[in-house]
């Protein structure tokens, strides 16, 4: 398939630019994968379409307060978003300036912070801090809002853009399927029985990233770092010999779960992954999917569409805009069965 075929025009008013009052709030589009039919829920409904057999696979990643802002020395303004961190004192991070700072360039950062670019890799900036990296983010960043959200960020996002099971920091962008469950949702779900497991892969600024080639075999994946624990893998392994669903809680869960099988089973990994999952890839530990919209020609829609088939996902999104549900990140939910 091409980047082309993912193309599909999104009403700006449908792009979520904050999100409901209530967690549990959000519409939520079925889609039987096999027989193509959709069913217009309530998030409320999901619990009712949960077997006692099956689990559920968060992404328990924490999203850093990764942009900061400053000065160059000059008195320009810069804006920094925290991609990766490297140690205590050091990160990889995007640069927004008039001009590309060098290496050597101090930039002045909130309160009295500072930072030196150390050098580039690639597209990305090695920049060294002045005090320890994950305090300075706490004191002075932000969160890091995703582009499509115009507005800045406000205190709200602080706990509403950061799963209630939020853990392992390190993300720049949230695990968006897991922003619908509530703490009371968490206890229904345990006490009807059903089996929840976590994975940790720390989202990337990349996946806003639409492909820039038209031939998908050429594109190169972004990296990120994925965990999947050994007692996660066993409970895959078990669920799927008791025939179970294992349900993937977002397409973050989805590429730690398939990154980690692909001996054709399941086991104990971490590292970096690049997994790209276009249509035509054979999933290997993943039955069901929870997800919200995604962007126009970007690797997430690419990914549902192997899922669920490309014509049944376009089919769904051009229903989903009929029905004004609400697209990304803030948005509205899509479970396919």
Do not use: W
């Not at 193509?36 to 379409?49: P, Y």
């Not at 999203?63 to 802002?69: E, H, I, K, N, Q």
């Not at 990120?224 to 977002?250: K, N």
């Amino acid at each position: 398939m091409k980047k082309s075929d993912f193309i599909y025009a999104l009403p700006t008013e449908l792009i979520a630019q904050t999100p409901l009052p209530e967690r549990q709030a959000s519409r939520m589009l079925c889609l039987d994968r096999n027989s193509g039919a959709l069913t217009d829920r309530q998030f409320s409904d999901f619990i009712s379409l949960l077997n006692e057999r099956d689990l559920l696979v968060f992404n328990d990643t924490r999203v850093m307060p990764a942009r900061l802002f400053g000065n160059k020395t000059t008195g320009g303004k810069i804006e920094i978003l925290i991609e990766r961190v490297l140690s205590d004192r050091q990160a990889l991070a995007h640069v927004r300036a008039s001009k590309a700072p060098k290496s050597g360039t101090l930039l002045h950062l909130d309160q009295g912070f500072e930072c030196q670019v150390l050098g580039r890799e690639n597209d990305l900036f090695i920049l060294a801090f002045n005090g320890n990296l994950m305090q300075i983010m706490e004191r002075i960043g932000h969160i890091p809002l995703p582009p499509y959200i115009a507005r800045a960020d406000q205190d709200a996002d602080k706990t509403r853009y950061q799963t209630v099971f939020a853990k392992a920091t390190g993300a720049v962008a949230a695990p968006t399927a897991g922003l619908h469950f509530d703490l009371p949702l968490l206890e229904k779900i345990k006490l009807k029985g059903i089996a929840t497991a976590f994975v940790t892969l720390h989202v990337g600024s990349g996946t806003f990233q639409p492909v820039r080639t038209e031939n998908l075999s050429e594109h190169i994946m972004h990296q990120e770092y994925f965990s999947v624990p050994p007692v996660t893998a066993e409970a895959v392994r078990q669920t799927r010999d008791q025939g179970g669903r294992v349900i993937a809680i977002g397409t973050t869960a989805v590429r730690s779960l398939e990154s980690a099988s692909k001996s054709g089973q399941i086991e104990a990994a971490s590292g970096e992954t690049d997994l790209f999952i276009t249509p035509g890839y054979a999933f290997k530990s993943v039955d069901a999917l929870l997800t919200n919209f995604h962007l126009p020609e970007s690797t997430l829609l690419m990914l549902v569409s192997a899922f669920a088939s490309h014509g049944g996902i376009m089919n769904a999104y051009q229903h989903a805009i009929r029905q004004r549900y609400r697209f990304f990140s803030y948005g509205d939910a899509m479970f396919i069965a």
